[in-house]
């Protein structure tokens, strides 16, 4: 494989930019974001984030003339990994306060968006690193149980991991990324591939178990968090929660058990989660009449109050662009799964 210049991505984002800009009024969007920066070229992809009106129903015709276009661009799937996040512009002026995404690793490329706070608080952090966590531990287990060992998956979702420290380590945390063993061979690997190595050793599923032992780390800190700041938490449903379609959470009431996976029924069933899971979808998505929680702390109750009003904001805006509540924000809020669509037009 060739090697890729950070250049290389300059000249990718200099086309793109030019295309969307000559796509027809009602197509072409008033703001356009990169998240982010590339620090590994061949191996770091072009983040993009699209803001449109709210009112705006063409994305999916959107997304068809973008993924059409990019198929002209050599190493396309370099470049591109996933297409454009989109978000109505109402949405993004919140993104820089409920993700991880701050003001300054938002690079506005065209239009412009005054964003209403340059970071997330302490309780917005904790929260979307919970949600990113669960997606990056079902990720992960999935491909475990994968016949297919692609590296590129790995070295994606291990990167990921440094943003969960760098977070938890602004509320109270101490951890070293030093210490993660498993996300440093990612990051070695990464490197060698910068470098125009292919030649890196691996074993596939020592460095998928590794990293989920690690995220399952993440894990354990932030549900002891919340032990600090809710005091009970009573729900009428059973002790599991169905993440996806065929991903189900089990074992919700024990407490920080070694992680377990099994198939069963062609379901993945996942040990590991504890009663935390359960509270916050519930608060996010159920009726009050099906559970209770009391808090210790109100600002975490006023705090994900916020958040649903952010999730059903873009939420409202996939149905009429997607016909279904995920969207392309990229966020997960603790389910993924046809009832994620049901619980959404109820919020």
Known sequence: ?????????????????NFINKLPNDLSPPL????????NPGISDIDLVIGFNDDFISSSKFLYLFKKEIKKIKNNNIFFHHLPKIYPLSSLKLLPS????????????????NFQESDCNEY????????????????????????????????????SLIHTIDCINKIGGNFNSKNFIHFLKVEEIRNEITLGNNSYNYDHQSLCKGLLDEFFLMLRWINKYFEKKINIHFS???NIHQYDNEIILTNLNLKSINPKFSLNDNKLLIDGFSWQSKCIFENYFKKDLNYKTLFLDSK???EIIRR????????????????????????????????????????
Do not use: W
Request: proline share 2%; aromatic share 8%.
């Open 32 to 39: 356009v974001i990169q998240n982010g920066h590339i620090k």
């Open 124 to 159: 917005q952090n904790i929260l979307n690193s919970f949600e990113e966590i669960h997606n990056r531990i079902v990720m992960l287990a999935t491909l475990l149980l994968k016949k297919e060992k692609n590296i590129n998956p790995l070295l994606l979702i291990g990167h």
């Open 98 to 113: 409920m993700t991880y995404n701050p003001k300054e690793e938002l690079k506005i490329i065209k239009g412009t968006i």
């Open 300 to 302: 975490l109750k006023k």
């Open 236 to 238: 009428k449903s059973k």
């Open 1 to 17: 494989m060739m090697k890729i210049s950070i250049n290389d991505y300059e000249v990718v984002l200099d086309y793109v930019i």
């Open 308 to 347: 649903v009003n952010f999730i059903k904001s873009f939420c409202n805006f996939n149905f009429k662009n997607f016909g279904h509540a995920v969207g392309r924000t990229g966020l997960h809020p603790l389910i993924k799964n046809h009832e994620y669509n049901q619980l959404a037009r109820e919020l």
